[in-house]
């Protein structure tokens, strides 16, 4: 018999469960006989989940935005289920403007949401998992690509990401030799609802501005399916160590972190501004 994610994590909990990534990160582990406790900000869109697996799916009302609320959602869901063995912090948004054309109030609640409190959750899954005689658990951040390759016009989502991954790379360091297993997992423009949801306050946009906007919306929209995140997760669970996953189109995941890499800051921009149709 073909072994299963359920073999090595009973329970899991995932935040932004109701769309996207994190609905196909859900299904995914549903399918390897995973019990799951999925959040959204309005419970009712869980439900088509909840329907589809009963017994094994718990919809959880979650708030990113109030950390203290967040983290209590959490810490009672980690009750109820006898302990998390798999956490996934999967919930963000986008914003899309202008860094001066927006309110800085409009950068400060993403970063809030984004960085803050997912840090915040992750801080409360590690704590559980220490807590553990065998100090074991895996948490699972979900960062970006644009750790990397940074998008133009959306720049609190770039600093959340960055600041994510440099976490997770801390996080790794300091796991190492526990059985812990942090994952720092940055996927790509994937073909999700995610450019329909992104706030765009600044209400005149610049030439600039729509030719990025409609390259994004390409982007997005020509994207592989998320069940190819999904099978990238599975994979790297199965693997059962810490490390950096990267995931999406070729050029997406396997180029531009070279060039982030061994590239010049310079030749990095002229990429990234054809990308986009800046130039």
Known sequence: MSPRL???HRTAFITGASTGL?????????????RVW???RDPARLAGLAAAAPGKFTPVALELGDGDAAEAAFRAADAAAGGFDLVINNAGYGVFAEF?????????????????????????????FRARPAHRGTLVNISSLAAEFPLPFQSAYNV??????????????E???????????RPGDY????????QRPQTVMTPTMRRAWTAFEGLMRSGPAPEGAAEALRRALFRGRSGTVRTGRFFQATL??????????????????????LS
């Open 38 to 40: 999925g959040t959204s």
């Open 256 to 277: 531009a972190p070279f060039l982030a890499r061994f590239g010049s800051q310079g030749l990095q921009r002229r990429i990234r501004a054809r990308y986009f149709d």
């Open 22 to 34: 994190g609905h196909a990160f859900t299904t995914m582990l549903l399918a390897e006989g995973v």
């Open 175 to 185: 796991t190492v030799g526990s059985g812990i297993v942090v994952i720092d997992f």
């Open 160 to 173: 959340c990401k960055a600041g994510l991954s440099a976490l997770n790379e801390s996080l790794i360091t």
């Open 100 to 128: 001066a054309g927006a309110d800085f109030v409009v950068w400060q609640d993403q970063i809030q949401v984004m960085l803050v409190n997912t840090a915040r959750l992750s801080h409360a899954a590690l704590r559980v």
């Open 6 to 8: 359920s073999d090595v």
């Open 191 to 198: 073909r999700t609802a995610f450019d329909g949801s992104v």
